[in-house]
């Protein structure tokens, strides 16, 4: 589910994915209100997950799911390079 007021501009590269695609439901909306046809094996919230109002968003999260059901947190972090190390400490 997305809060945005437009779709990502991953979602048309997302819509062209061939076979396992057809499983994937593209849902663009308010969090809180966007309409579901649960259940879901899995929920994938974006790095603004922050940002949304979690008293109301997670359990509806957690009724969408299956038994079994995922909650994917996706961060757009990356890891320090290998050197990143010595150039902090001036070797």
């Known amino acids: 589910m997305m809060r945005s ?20 439901v593209w849902i663009h909306g308010c969090a809180k209100t966007a309409p579901l046809n649960p259940p879901y094996a899995m929920i994938v919230a974006g790095a603004r997950l922050h940002w949304m109002a979690w008293d109301a968003v997670l359990p509806r999260f957690r009724d969408a799911l299956t038994p079994r059901g995922l909650l994917a947190i996706v961060d757009n972090r990356e890891a320090p390079p290998r050197w990143d190390a010595d150039l902090r400490s001036g070797r």
């Open 5 to 24: 007021t437009r779709p990502p501009a991953c979602w048309p590269k997302g819509k062209r994915y061939p076979a396992g695609a057809a499983n994937l």
